[in-house]
């Protein structure tokens, strides 16, 4: 196959694959830790008017969604690209931080979770997508 529609296909399943596992997370967030008593979370409207009854442990799982899937994205990519593997991994957590930055002006966060997501969850996630790829490609060899 040519590598760059090889590289292209890759970066696409990363992001769809990402995407679900984000989404995944975040549809089952609610049954392990349940929404402040009347905060409406079934909108955008109802989760920003009550954003601000949510506690730190209500940030737990939102984290959990944008880590896990950009490092899956990430670490889907490198694993079907072939070539530039580190490159297209971070481009999976540089499209992933995007989204983060587009969802922090949609729905306005505490600061402290802004800093931790955007620090946290894409570029450093992307990168250990990658390097996860590297240790079990290298068990398998």
Not at 56 to 84: D, E, K, R, Y
Request: cysteine-free.
């Amino acid at each position: 196959m040519n590598p760059l529609l090889k590289n292209s296909l890759s970066v696409l399943a990363g992001i769809v694959v990402g995407s679900l596992v984000n989404m995944g997370i975040v549809m089952i967030s609610g049954n392990i830790i349940p929404p402040p008593e009347g905060a409406d979370v079934t909108t955008m409207e109802g989760l920003k008017a009550s954003l601000h009854l949510f506690q730190p442990i209500h940030f737990i799982f939102p984290f959990l969604a944008h880590a896990l899937g950009t490092f899956v994205g990430a670490w889907l990519a490198a694993n079907l690209a072939g070539s530039q593997k580190l490159k297209l991994a971070l481009l999976i957590g540089l499209f992933f931080l995007i989204g983060g930055i587009v969802n922090i002006f949609m729905l306005p966060s505490p600061v402290w979770f802004a800093i931790v997501d955007i620090l946290g969850a894409y570029i450093p996630m992307g990168w250990l997508g990658y390097r996860s790829y590297l240790l079990f490609s290298a068990k398998t060899l």
